[in-house]
């Protein structure tokens, strides 16, 4: 069974990406945080965007 903490599986761009110094987002060091936070985001974006094509469609 393959370990839900895979690198394989592990955003590692997005995490080395995050902002340093920044006033509007918060550094996340620990990489199971920050990987648990970035699956909700995702998920949360694709809910957003599938509304969206969802309200396109009745509105045409």
């Keep these: ?3 839900p903490y895979s690198p ?3 955003p590692l ?5 995050q902002p340093v ?3 509007e987002t918060k550094l996340i060091l ?3 945080q920050f ?3 970035y699956r909700i985001e995702l998920l ?3 809910f957003a965007q599938e509304a969206n094509s969802v309200n ?5």
Excluded: D, K
């Design 1 to 3: 069974m393959p370990s």
């Design 8 to 10: 394989i599986n592990f």
């Design 13 to 17: 761009w997005q995490f080395l990406q």
């Design 21 to 23: 110094f920044s006033a």
């Design 30 to 32: 620990n990489p199971r």
């Design 35 to 37: 990987e648990y936070l």
């Design 44 to 46: 949360e974006r694709c």
């Design 56 to 60: 396109r469609n009745l509105t045409e």
